[in-house]
């Protein structure tokens, strides 16, 4: 749920998915679990930094990163994006690079 709502391509093609209970409880659950015993890191992402991330504020509205999630094609890394315009959100730009870094390497495995 975490990979879902963090990933651009789908959260701004339906930001409706932030109301969604079982994905923002995924959210949530995914940063206590990540930040396991860090209440400030985690104040921190939930209560702050996901609303830059929410309302396109600073590098997440530039003209370049609205571009750049626009296709859901293989050249598309939502870590890659997050890691370049997720700046002003550093403790949410490690958790999402983390957990959709995880998500986009494991397609590989279920092949096998």
């Given at each position: ?28 659950k995914c ?32 003209l370049l ?48």
């Open positions: 749920m975490a990979a879902y709502f963090l990933n651009p391509y789908y959260f701004y093609k339906d930001p409706t998915i932030q109301y969604d209970i079982e994905v923002s409880e995924g959210f949530i940063v206590e679990t990540f930040y396991h015993g860090e209440f400030v890191k985690q104040d921190l992402v939930v209560n702050h930094e996901i609303s830059l991330y929410k309302n396109k504020s600073g590098p997440f509205g530039r990163a609205l571009k750049g999630y626009e296709k859901n094609d293989k050249k598309f890394e939502p870590e890659n994006w997050l890691a370049t315009y997720g700046c002003d959100v550093p403790t949410l730009q490690k958790l999402a690079t983390s957990i959709l870094a995880l998500t986009s390497s494991s397609s590989g495995c279920e092949r096998n």
